[in-house]
């Protein structure tokens, strides 16, 4: 079964700094998400990357999006400590349906 | 801003009791969600829902769930028989989109420990 793979685990930087987390997949999607948790909440939307395109930005947020190799990385400039949380990559598959698939997150702590 | 409202917030059972968890998805999306995350683990998918039917479901889902619109608003799902694994933080999650882009929306998701 598909799955996202989010790495690294845990990222440590600090305030200022930037943060680049990365996702792999493995069978052909039709779009590709990032959500934020912070501990012990739900999840939230950041952006949608779709299948044709390389690379979206939405305000310190920049996704890429590579297909041939399955791959997508969230890029947060200037990071801020309120920036500190889990973030996922979740895909949803060609022609299966609505449902997204999360990978394991990145942990990502940002120190004032 | 429209959110999606999951109660109880926390919940804890007896292994062998029965748990619904409800929820209420925003009123003009058409597809709901349960999703589960056992603590420090990935989000997992577990059933998807709409036209007032099963639409998804993975092999988590299994006899031991169910889920059920009974009204115009509520989204339970129901857990019979709990498990000490069913120990997890419970999301439902709605969508507006039938095709296309489809942007989830989480509730802030329902603990449930089982002792």
């Known amino acids: 079964s598909q799955q996202g793979e989010e790495d690294p685990q845990a990222l440590s930087i600090q305030e200022g700094e930037n943060a680049t987390m990365n996702c792999s997949y493995k069978t052909s999607i039709n779009n590709l998400q990032w959500y934020r948790q912070n501990s012990g909440r739900g999840l939230v939307h950041l952006i949608l990357i779709r299948s044709n395109e390389r690379e979206k930005h939405s305000g310190r947020l920049r996704v890429t999006l590579d297909t041939s190799k399955k791959s997508s990385s969230l890029l947060i400039t200037a990071s801020r400590a309120a920036d500190t949380a889990s973030y996922f990559c979740?895909?949803?598959?060609?022609?299966?349906?609505?449902?997204?698939?999360f990978g394991g997150g990145t942990r990502l702590m940002v120190k004032p | 801003e429209p959110e999606v409202t999951q109660t109880p917030s926390h919940q804890v059972t007896q292994m062998g009791q029965e748990v619904i968890l409800r929820c209420v998805p925003i009123s003009n999306h058409l597809y709901f969600y349960w999703y589960r995350q056992i603590l420090g683990q990935k989000v997992e998918f577990l059933v998807s829902?709409?036209?007032?039917?099963?639409?998804?479901k993975s092999e988590i889902f299994d006899d031991q769930f169910s889920v059920e619109r009974p009204d115009g608003s509520n989204f339970t799902l129901k857990i019979r028989s709990t498990k000490l694994e069913d120990s997890a933080m419970y999301f439902c999650?709605?969508?507006?989109?039938?095709?296309?882009?489809?942007?989830?929306?989480f509730g802030a998701g329902s603990r449930l420990t089982v002792l």
């Open positions: 829902f709409y036209n007032n039917e099963i639409s998804e």
């Open positions: 999650a709605s969508s507006e989109r039938i095709s296309g882009a489809n942007v989830l929306t």
């Open positions: 979740a895909t949803r598959r060609n022609n299966a349906g609505n449902m997204l698939t």
